[in-house]
């Protein structure tokens, strides 16, 4: 069985609105030429295109998928959120919830985002594929059923874990969410929700300010099948990988998966503007490692990952390339030009110590 590679150009060209990087613009902030958010299409573009120049694409199955129907979007977000979208989309576009912006047909590359993680997953359950990446944007982690912030409008992933939900009665899911910022909008779908575990790693109160925090578990039926690991700024290689074998790997096994879907951001890497990890390359070609090894173990290998954040033109391509490297256990290698000057910049022996502290806190408290 292969890896399935789900992309369409046409989620690329989602836009609108007028922002200077992170800020509106307005007052003294002064217009961006030919720029705008951070969450654009150059990372994810490039990410393609590193796979077509050293081949690896082509031991990949790649496709494209339809957008998502109603009923799917309808099973994470009500009718008045979609309808409202689709009307300010059919009128040339706006903005509904924070950082948000899109243009005419907004609401249709919304749904292709979403359909592709749909489709991408129904091929994983279904068994055509071993594993599966879905390259599309805007992302999703962070939209909530009635309110979309983060630069994403639809919850791509929880869409797409919905939809397999339906299509396997009694399916259940542990969602891995290593994006740098915290996963509210997956969390609260399936916040009262057992049979979805949902963990998100990521740098305390970066973005959202308010949300993560680790006495978050879940409510209702889902008491304990929430996890938040928020993770000191400075963190690095180390740290990530420590946490996931002391909190992510227990978790999970606890809850055994039927499948495991990952919101992969790339966004916790060194260079990334919109955080302050230490991440590299290889800190997600590891991840990737044990996550596929958990899978083997317990749910046939059957992983899907949506492509969430991570704004460093130039890195994130190696850094989805490694992924996509270990998913498919393809020989073709991308060198990450940073590796030593990252492995140079790790955090220092007191660091780790301190971090470590944190990690025993959380431990001790599960
Ligand atoms: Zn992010």
Same mark, same amino acid.
């Given at each position: 069985m292969t890896t399935g590679f789900y992309t369409d150009e046409r989620t690329f060209w989602a836009g609108g609105g007028n922002y200077a990087f992170t800020q509106p613009v307005a007052g003294l902030v002064q217009p961006f030429v030919g720029g705008g958010l951070p969450e654009a299409p150059e990372t994810?573009?490039?990410?393609?295109?590193?796979?077509?120049?050293?081949?690896? &694409?082509?031991?990949?199955?790649?496709? +494209? $998928?339809? !957008?998502?129907?109603?009923?799917?979007?309808?099973?994470?977000?009500?009718?008045?959120? @979609?309808?409202?979208?689709?009307?300010?989309?059919? $009128?040339?576009?706006?903005?509904?919830?924070?950082? *948000?912006?899109?243009?005419?047909?907004?609401?249709? &590359?919304?749904?292709?985002?979403?359909?592709?993680?749909?489709?991408?997953?129904?091929?994983? +359950?279904?068994?055509? @594929?071993?594993?599966a990446y879905s390259l599309s944007r805007p992302p999703g982690h962070h939209c909530l059923p009635e309110f979309p912030n983060g630069f994403c409008l639809m919850s791509n992933l929880a869409i797409a874990a919905r939809a397999a939900q339906a299509d396997h009665i009694g399916l259940r899911i542990a969602v891995i969410d290593w994006d740098v910022h915290h996963g509210n909008g997956t969390e609260a779908v399936f916040y009262d929700d057992a049979d979805v575990l949902t963990i998100s790693l990521h740098q305390e109160h970066n973005y959202p300010l308010d949300t993560g925090d680790f006495a978050d578990r879940g409510a209702g039926n889902g008491v304990g =099948?929430?996890?938040n690991i928020p993770l000191p700024s400075g963190g690095g290689h180390q740290l990530y990988l420590e946490a996931f074998d002391r909190l992510v790997e227990p978790a999970v096994r606890a809850h055994r998966p039927d499948l495991i879907m990952i919101a992969c951001g790339f966004d916790a890497a060194?260079?990334?503007?919109?955080?302050?990890? @230490? $991440?590299?390359?290889? =800190?997600?070609?590891? @991840? *990737?490692?044990? =996550?596929?090894?958990?899978?083997?173990?317990?749910?046939?290998?059957? &992983?899907?990952?949506?492509?969430?954040?991570?704004?460093?033109?130039?890195?994130?391509?190696?850094?989805?390339?490694?992924?996509? !490297?270990?998913?498919?256990?393809?020989?073709?290698?991308?060198?990450?030009?940073?590796?030593? =000057?990252?492995?140079?910049?790790?955090?220092?022996?007191?660091?780790?110590?301190?971090?470590?502290?944190?990690?025993?806190?959380?431990?001790? $408290?599960?």
């Open positions: 994810k573009r490039r990410f393609k295109n590193l796979m077509e120049v050293t081949g690896l &694409i082509g031991d990949l199955s790649v496709r +494209t $998928a339809p !957008e998502a129907d109603r009923a799917d979007l309808l099973r994470v977000h009500p009718a008045t959120y @979609l309808d409202t979208f689709k009307e300010m989309s059919d $009128a040339g576009g706006g903005e509904l919830g924070l950082r *948000t912006p899109f243009g005419a047909g907004g609401y249709e &590359i919304c749904a292709l985002s979403a359909g592709l993680a749909v489709d991408a997953t129904r091929a994983v +359950t279904s068994g055509d @594929l071993r594993n =099948t929430n996890l060194a260079i990334d503007p919109l955080s302050r990890m @230490l $991440a590299s390359a290889d =800190t997600f070609r590891q @991840l *990737t490692a044990r =996550t596929m090894a958990l899978a083997d173990d317990l749910c046939d290998g059957r &992983i899907v990952m949506t492509h969430e954040g991570g704004y460093s033109e130039v890195y994130v391509p190696f850094c989805g390339h490694a992924v996509i !490297e270990e998913m498919s256990g393809s020989s073709i290698n991308a060198p990450d030009p940073y590796a030593d =000057t990252f492995r140079i910049r790790q955090p220092k022996s007191h660091f780790d110590d301190y971090a470590r502290g944190l990690l025993d806190q959380m431990v001790a $408290a599960l």
